[in-house]
């Protein structure tokens, strides 16, 4: 009685009334919407009009991405044809993932876009909306699980999908590709889709992007996804590691040892991931989105305590044979207790 009388309560609002919300109200509605179409068991729409529009939407980000002076290099396309949906997993590569990814693969698919907030008032959601996305409230359970099931009736309805199955983007000095959620594994699993692995690296403004061979999922079980999300993170990670050893050193045209970075590079290496962010995407968010692997601890945690320790010549010890960045870790630890 409650979710019918919930149902009846949902009203949709004018692009004004959307605009003069506050950014607690927006996700609010979003969700509301998302939650009544799941509830009603509403068919997605648009997905053979979209495929055929796409050519359109190519052009017009390809044109964006040269008037401001990107470059796009494909490393190798290892494809193959298939009458199954896909599930594009991608690594992220900044403020242009979206576009960069659908100038890649050249064909329609829906974005899995997290924590949009501002964007629902801005015009540029018409585009948005003309590409194909699935909303989701990465904080809120419910509307992870709507995502979820949303993914998996596109997949049943042959529509394509892309994915970054990171959660978040890779600030990390150490992980090729940090650890996956399983909802990719999943959802393709569910909805009779193959996954094709995608990386993406950008050094400035040239991007680099290589893509897998198409992963039969047929066989795949819900019972082992945490493992099937391991092996798919080695597969990525392998795409993205033949871009570097291929075209790393671009800018510059020498290579560097650890020895010779200088000693603030992990801020200047996370000055250079967030310098695009202009849409509220913060270090915390990050922080908050991507996994996070309860069995593993962090590096900030695990040097808390060398903060309660004085540095004299009996305990200088402790910080001899550590690594550059592990005593960047504990420069920060230190700094930020005292």
Not at 178 to 187: F, P, S
Not at 272 to 288: F, K, L, P, V
Request: with cysteine.
């Amino acid at each position: 009685m409650k979710n019918n009388e919930s149902l009846n309560k949902f009203k949709k609002k004018s692009f004004l009334e959307i605009r003069k919300m506050t950014l607690e109200e927006l996700n609010a509605y979003y969700r509301s919407m998302r939650k009544y179409n799941h509830d009603k068991n509403i068919p997605i729409k648009g997905i053979e009009l979209r495929k055929k529009f796409h050519p359109v939407i190519h052009a017009i980000i390809k044109g964006e991405r040269l008037a401001l002076g990107h470059s796009l290099t494909i490393v190798g396309d290892e494809r193959t044809k298939s009458d199954k949906p896909r599930i594009y997993a991608v690594t992220h590569s900044g403020r242009y993932d979206i576009e960069t990814i659908l100038e890649i693969i050249k064909e329609s698919a829906f974005y899995v876009w997290g924590d949009p907030g501002e964007l629902y008032r801005s015009p540029l959601i018409l585009l948005q909306n003309a590409i194909g996305m699935i909303f989701v409230d990465t904080d809120n359970r419910e509307d992870r699980h709507i995502s979820l099931e949303t993914m998996v009736k596109i997949l049943k309805q042959n529509g394509n999908e892309i994915i970054h199955p990171e959660g978040a983007w890779n600030t990390t000095e150490n992980e090729i590709v940090t650890k996956l959620y399983t909802g990719v594994i999943e959802a393709a699993i569910r909805g009779n889709a193959e996954i094709v692995p995608v990386a993406i690296e950008n050094y400035g403004k040239k991007y680099y992007a290589k893509i897998g061979k198409n992963i039969d999922c047929s066989n795949m079980s819900l019972e082992n996804k945490r493992e099937e999300a391991d092996n798919l993170r080695d597969v990525i990670a392998t795409l993205k590691w033949d871009i570097w050893e291929k075209y790393s050193n671009y800018e510059n045209g020498t290579s560097e040892s650890r020895s010779e970075l200088p000693y603030d590079y992990s801020d200047q290496f996370l000055d250079q991931i967030m310098a695009d962010s202009d849409n509220g995407y913060t270090i915390e968010m990050i922080e908050r989105t991507r996994f996070n692997d309860k069995s593993i601890t962090p590096p900030a945690e695990a040097y808390d305590h060398l903060a309660d320790i004085a540095i004299n010549e009996n305990t200088s010890f402790l910080f001899d044979d550590m690594s550059h960045g592990d005593r960047q870790v504990v420069a920060k630890v230190l700094k930020k207790r005292y």
